[in-house]
Protein backbone atom coordinates (compact mmCIF):
# COMPACT_ATOMS: atom_id res chain seq x y z
CA UNK A 1 0.00 0.00 0.00
CA UNK A 2 1.40 3.63 -0.95
CA UNK A 3 0.64 6.00 1.03
CA UNK A 4 0.49 9.97 -0.73
CA UNK A 5 0.24 13.01 1.42
CA UNK A 6 0.18 16.35 -0.15
CA UNK A 7 0.68 20.05 1.37
CA UNK A 8 1.75 23.33 0.29
CA UNK A 9 -2.15 24.70 -0.50
CA UNK A 10 -3.33 27.99 0.75
CA UNK A 11 -4.93 31.09 -0.79
CA UNK A 12 -2.76 33.42 -3.11
CA UNK A 13 -4.61 36.42 -5.11
CA UNK A 14 -3.84 36.06 -9.41
CA UNK A 15 -0.54 36.07 -10.75
CA UNK A 16 1.18 34.73 -7.13
CA UNK A 17 2.56 31.40 -6.76
CA UNK A 18 2.54 28.32 -4.58
CA UNK A 19 4.16 25.26 -4.28
CA UNK A 20 2.58 21.83 -3.99
CA UNK A 21 4.48 18.72 -2.21
CA UNK A 22 3.42 15.07 -2.05
CA UNK A 23 5.47 12.66 -0.16
CA UNK A 24 5.34 8.90 -0.60
CA UNK A 25 5.59 6.50 2.16
CA UNK A 26 5.59 2.69 2.34
CA UNK A 27 8.56 0.28 2.38
CA UNK A 28 10.07 -0.50 -0.24
CA UNK A 29 8.37 2.31 -2.39
CA UNK A 30 10.44 4.11 -5.61
CA UNK A 31 9.12 6.48 -7.49
CA UNK A 32 11.27 5.20 -9.98
CA UNK A 33 8.61 2.40 -10.69
CA UNK A 34 5.69 4.74 -10.67
CA UNK A 35 3.79 7.01 -12.62
CA UNK A 36 3.24 10.28 -10.39
CA UNK A 37 0.36 12.79 -11.04
CA UNK A 38 -1.15 16.19 -10.27
CA UNK A 39 -5.13 16.22 -10.69
CA UNK A 40 -7.43 19.12 -9.68
CA UNK A 41 -11.41 19.75 -8.72
CA UNK A 42 -12.85 22.40 -8.47
CA UNK A 43 -16.62 22.19 -6.67
CA UNK A 44 -19.02 20.62 -9.23
CA UNK A 45 -16.96 19.61 -11.50
CA UNK A 46 -14.73 16.76 -13.07
CA UNK A 47 -11.43 15.64 -11.23
CA UNK A 48 -8.90 16.54 -14.17
CA UNK A 49 -5.12 15.90 -15.02
CA UNK A 50 -2.57 18.88 -14.68
CA UNK A 51 0.47 17.03 -14.92
CA UNK A 52 2.30 13.93 -15.00
CA UNK A 53 5.83 12.50 -14.97
CA UNK A 54 6.67 8.80 -15.68
CA UNK A 55 9.81 6.80 -14.12
CA UNK A 56 12.36 8.55 -16.83
CA UNK A 57 10.90 11.72 -16.15
CA UNK A 58 9.46 12.40 -18.82
CA UNK A 59 6.73 14.76 -17.96
CA UNK A 60 3.32 15.81 -19.77
CA UNK A 61 0.86 19.13 -18.84
CA UNK A 62 -2.44 19.66 -19.45
CA UNK A 63 -2.56 22.45 -21.88
CA UNK A 64 -3.91 24.88 -19.29
CA UNK A 65 -0.84 25.05 -17.57
CA UNK A 66 1.53 24.84 -19.50
CA UNK A 67 4.54 27.25 -19.00
CA UNK A 68 3.03 28.04 -15.50
CA UNK A 69 3.49 24.86 -13.75
CA UNK A 70 6.00 22.39 -13.56
CA UNK A 71 5.92 18.75 -11.83
CA UNK A 72 9.27 17.31 -10.49
CA UNK A 73 10.03 14.80 -8.51
CA UNK A 74 13.23 14.00 -5.95
CA UNK A 75 13.29 10.48 -5.70
CA UNK A 76 15.77 10.39 -2.41
CA UNK A 77 13.22 12.56 -0.86
CA UNK A 78 10.09 10.74 -2.19
CA UNK A 79 8.96 13.55 -2.95
CA UNK A 80 6.59 14.91 -5.57
CA UNK A 81 6.01 18.68 -6.03
CA UNK A 82 3.88 21.36 -8.69
CA UNK A 83 5.51 24.42 -8.98
CA UNK A 84 2.75 26.82 -10.02
CA UNK A 85 3.16 30.23 -11.52
CA UNK A 86 1.25 32.74 -12.47
CA UNK A 87 -1.51 31.46 -10.89
CA UNK A 88 -5.52 32.49 -11.96
CA UNK A 89 -8.99 32.25 -10.08
CA UNK A 90 -9.93 29.31 -12.34
CA UNK A 91 -7.30 27.27 -11.08
CA UNK A 92 -8.70 27.20 -7.67
CA UNK A 93 -9.62 23.73 -6.51
CA UNK A 94 -8.95 20.69 -4.30
CA UNK A 95 -5.23 19.73 -6.03
CA UNK A 96 -4.65 15.90 -5.30
CA UNK A 97 -1.36 13.70 -5.30
CA UNK A 98 -1.30 10.18 -7.37
CA UNK A 99 0.07 7.23 -8.33
CA UNK A 100 0.35 4.11 -10.19
CA UNK A 101 2.93 1.59 -10.48
CA UNK A 102 3.83 1.06 -14.30
CA UNK A 103 6.64 2.09 -16.84
CA UNK A 104 4.32 4.44 -18.98
CA UNK A 105 2.46 7.65 -18.59
CA UNK A 106 -0.55 8.85 -19.04
CA UNK A 107 -2.69 11.73 -17.34
CA UNK A 108 -6.01 9.55 -16.94
CA UNK A 109 -7.35 9.82 -13.28
CA UNK A 110 -9.18 6.08 -13.67
CA UNK A 111 -5.23 4.64 -14.22
CA UNK A 112 -4.19 5.85 -11.18
CA UNK A 113 -4.46 3.35 -8.25
CA UNK A 114 -2.92 5.51 -4.90
CA UNK A 115 -4.55 8.82 -4.32
CA UNK A 116 -3.69 11.31 -1.72
CA UNK A 117 -6.26 13.40 0.80
CA UNK A 118 -5.92 16.19 -1.29
CA UNK A 119 -4.33 20.17 -0.29
CA UNK A 120 -6.72 23.33 -1.02
CA UNK A 121 -5.71 25.82 -2.89
CA UNK A 122 -7.40 29.10 -3.62
CA UNK A 123 -6.73 31.91 -6.22
CA UNK A 124 -8.30 35.55 -5.15
CA UNK A 125 -8.59 38.14 -8.19
Known amino acids: QVQLVESGGGSVQSGGSLKLSCVAS??????????MGWFRQAPGKEREGVAH???????RYADFVKGRFTISQDNAKNTLSLEMNSLKPEDSGMYYC?????????????????WGQGTQVTVSS
Open 26 to 35: VSGYTYSRYC
Open 98 to 114: AAFQASYCVLDPTRFTY
Open 53 to 59: ISSVRSA
